[in-house]
T-cell receptor
Framework: QKEVEQDPGPLSVPEGAIVSLNCTYS??????FMWYRQYSRKGPELLMY????GNKEDGRFTAQVDKSSKYISLFIRDSQPSDSATYLC??????????FGTGTRLQVFP | GAGVSQSPRYKVAKRGQDVALRCDPI?????LFWYQQALGQGPEFLTY????????KSGLPSDRFFAERPEGSVSTLKIQRTQQEDSAVYLC?????????????FGQGTRLTVV
């Protein structure tokens, strides 16, 4: 079993929808949680960075971490076609090495 | 440019050939990482440098893989005697600090195809 599990999708939603992306993990030592967006043939782009449990909001994006359930989420409000990409969760125990999920492909159609 | 730069963007190698992949991190960034991303998968950690010191190479899949960062800035990932299973995108990332903060910024990657 992988340390980080993420549904690969694809997830297809209409423009304006609220999107929920999720990851579960097994290593209770993880303290740092990130979400990256990766467009086709591009490198991952950091979207959100959270330390420990709680919520963080940045524009249309909200990241949630529930360490008791070993579950993290990324919500995208008012989704746009330009949000169509692969979303990768990543986490670290503070050793600098990031452990990534497999990524969820999101398609937002007009 | 202000971002992480990798070259070449694409590399086709014949099986058995040696390749060298280059990474120019963001200026002043202390930490540098190499990741390997297979098709349809998330990146997997290969190795980590803090300045010129290679602090973790636990992810290198075999002794055919070698990385260096001799002056604490540019890094090279070398793969000897390439095999088909080495085909992947090789991503470089840098971070402004060492230690526990891990906001890593990625380059566009080098897509390696071994034929």
């Amino acid at each position: 079993q992988k340390e980080v599990e993420q549904d690969p999708g694809p997830l297809s939603v209409p423009e304006g929808a609220i999107v929920s992306l999720n990851c579960t993990y097994s290593n209770s030592a993880f303290q740092y949680f990130m979400w990256y967006r990766q467009y086709s043939r591009k490198g991952p782009e950091l979207l959100m960075y959270t330390y420990s449990s709680g919520n963080k909001e940045d524009g249309r994006f909200t990241a949630q971490v529930d360490k008791s359930s070993k579950y993290i989420s990324l919500f995208i409000r008012d989704s746009q076609p330009s949000d169509s990409a692969t979303y990768l969760c990543a986490m670290s125990a503070g050793t600098d090495k990031l452990i990534f999920g497999t990524g969820t492909r999101l398609q937002v159609f007009p | 440019g202000a971002g992480v730069s990798q070259s070449p963007r694409y590399k086709v190698a014949k099986r058995g050939q040696d390749v060298a992949l280059r990474c120019d991190p963001i200026s002043g960034h202390v930490s540098l990482f190499w990741y390997q991303q297979a098709l349809g998968q998330g990146p997997e950690f290969l190795t980590y440098f803090q300045n010129e010191a290679q602090l973790d190479k636990s992810g290198l899949p075999s002794d055919r893989f070698f990385a260096e960062r001799p002056e604490g800035s540019v890094s090279t990932l070398k793969i000897q005697r390439t095999q088909q299973e080495d085909s992947a995108v090789y991503l470089c990332a840098s971070s402004p600090r060492g230690g526990r903060r891990t906001e890593a910024f990625f380059g566009q990657g080098t897509r390696l195809t071994v034929v």
